[in-house]
C-alpha cells in the first residue's frame, strides 16, 4: 500500500498542500484529480523525493519511502523527462541499468515494453523526432522498464489519441490486476470516471473528497437523489408543493429536482402529470465532472 499522511508543503507564503491524506491499495486504480495548481504534481513529486515534506509521511507497505523503496516506484512526469537526443530504445535500457537491472534483462524489458506500446518501430529514433504521443508513449515505457511494484503517473494521457488511450488504459489496469498500486491524475474526467477504482478530489492544496464514484454520488450521506422531468406545459414553481422537494431548477428545457431521501418519487410524477404531457422523467447519477465541479467550485478549469 502507498500511503501519504498527513503532506503538507510551502513555498514561502504560498500553501501548496495542506494536510495531504489518501492511500492506494495493492490493485488499485486511483485517480487523482483537482484544478490546476491545486498540488497534484507537487504531491506527486514528494512521493518520488524530488521534494522533501514540510510536514507528514509518505510510506510504502507501511514504511517511510527510502532510497531502496522509491527505485520499486515507476514515475510518469507531465513534462518530458528524457534526453531528447538520446535513442529510444537506448534511453530505456539505460533507465533500465539505472533501476538496477543487468544489461540482458535492460534489453529485454526494453524490447518488450516498446512492442507493448507501439513504439518498437522508432527504438533507434531520438525521442526528439518522435510525435508528441509517441513521445508519451516512450514516456511510460521508461516508467514501466523497471517492472515497478508502484506506478504514479502525471498526466499519461496527455496528447494521447483515442488508440493509444485505450493502449495506456489496458496497461494500468494491467499492473493493476498484478497488484500494483497505480495513482494517476488526469485533468480527462470522463476517462477518470470509467477506469479508476476510486478516486480523490483535490482543492487549494487538501483532499476535499476521496471514494468510489457511487460512493462520492451519495455527497453527504442524506440518500437525496436527483430526477430530471420533461414537462413542457408545466407552470414556474410546480414542484413547491410536491412532498419531500428540496430544491429545483431549470435546465434546458426541463425542470432538475431534488427529492429527500425515503420521498415518493411517483408522488413527483403525479404533481408533473397533472400539469400536463411529460415526456421525461429520469432519476440521473451525476457525472464525476459534475461532482468535481461541486467539490471545487463552479467555473474552475480541470
Known sequence: MLEIDGVSKRYGTVRA??????????????????????????????????????????????????????????????????????????????????????????????????????????????????????????????????????????????????????????????????????????????????LCDRVGIVRDGSMVAQGRVDELRAGDGTGASTVVVHAPDAPAGWTDDVPGVSASRAEHERTVVTLAAGADDQALLRAALATGPVHEFTHRRPSLTELFREAVGEGVVA
Open 17 to 194: 498542500l495542506q494536510d495531504m491524506t489518501f492511500s492506494v491499495r495493492p490493485g488499485e486504480l486511483f485517480g487523482f484529480v483537482g484544478a490546476n495548481g491545486a498540488g497534484k504534481t507537487t504531491t506527486m513529486r514528494i512521493v518520488l523525493g524530488v521534494l522533501a515534506a514540510d510536514a507528514g509521511e509518505v510510506r510504502l507497505e507501511g514504511r517511510p519511502i527510502d532510497a531502496a523503496r522509491r527505485r520499486r516506484i515507476g514515475y510518469m512526469p507531465e513534462e518530458r523527462g528524457l534526453y531528447p537526443k538520446m535513442a529510444v530504445g537506448e534511453q530505456l535500457r539505460y533507465l533500465a541499468e539505472l533501476h538496477g537491472m543487468s544489461a540482458g534483462d535492460a534489453k529485454a524489458a526494453a524490447a518488450r515494453w516498446t512492442a507493448r506500446l507501439g513504439v518498437a518501430e522508432r527504438a533507434g529514433e531520438e525521442v526528439q523526432k518522435l510525435s508528441l504521443g509517441n513521445q508519451q508513449r516512450v514516456q511510460l515505457a521508461a516508467a514501466l522498464v523497471h517492472e515497478p511494484d508502484v506506478l504514479v503517473l502525471d498526466e499519461p494521457f496527455s496528447g494521447l489519441d483515442p488508440v493509444a488511450v485505450d493502449v495506456m488504459s489496458t496497461v494500468l489496469r494491467e499492473r493493476c490486476d498484478a497488484g500494483a498500486p497505480v495513482v494517476f491524475s488526469s485533468h480527462q474526467l470522463d476517462l477518470v470516471e470509467r
